[in-house]
């Protein structure tokens, strides 16, 4: 299915990688389906940008019946089944030297990665699915981390999390295949700029881009692009994989 033929379902949809990949998707014409659980006013915000082909919605991803009434919701307002969804939801802080340490990191912050990243991931997929099955085609994009190959920044919990979601990545490619469905990853490390790495001195930047082949930080336009491509025609043959994004700091 082409790009321009798909209803696409982004969760954590309003800001960073989530809205880039928002405007990647509407550029080549897919109606596009803004997630959002606690930024309202930029998600509708980048509705309107993006006209009649976008809509916002509200749902908390570890809400297994907010996540079935949102994609109700979205396949009423468009007239039929999504055919992609892009996991990218997210509750986290990236604070640096202020990070939980491991000899007294509480579970519970394990726990609030595991259920926002799993459990987020596993409702949307499983809510999505029947959709897909029935139209033979589907593609789900996981958003995950280089850290878990990398871990310049020991973020436990959120690394934790996102290695995880590779290995669901990986297990749903293998159980949704025969219904046409592809289950990927993209993983991206320090992007430039978004909310999360806005507080981020040019120093580091600079010192990222220069461990790079490419000598460039990645932006997340460039990131998005990434996603399209697993959204594409041309990953048809493509699951079960996971695409690091970060100008070459980790070749994996």
Known sequence: MEIRDQIVLITGGARGVGAAAARAFA????????????????AEALADELGERAIALQADVTDRAAVEAMVAQAQ????????????????????????AQMADI???????????VIRGALNVIQAAAPGMSAQKFGRVVNIGTNLFQNPVVPYHDYT????ALLSLTRTAAGDLGPSGITVNMVSGGLLRTTDASAATPDAVFDLIAGMTPLRSVTTPQEFADAVLFF???????V???NLVVDGGLVRD
């Open 76 to 99: 009423a307002h468009f007239g039929g089944p999504i055919s992609t969804v892009v996991n990218n939801a997210l509750d986290y802080s990236f604070n640096g030297d202020a990070r």
């Open 27 to 42: 550029g080549q014409g897919a109606r596009v389906v803004i997630n959002w659980r606690a930024s309202g006013e930029q």
């Open 160 to 163: 934790a999390a996102k290695a």
């Open 106 to 116: 509480p579970w519970e912050d394990m726990e609030r990665q595991f259920s926002t």
């Open 239 to 241: 699951t079960g994989q």
């Open 231 to 237: 959204a594409s025609p041309w990953s048809r043959a």
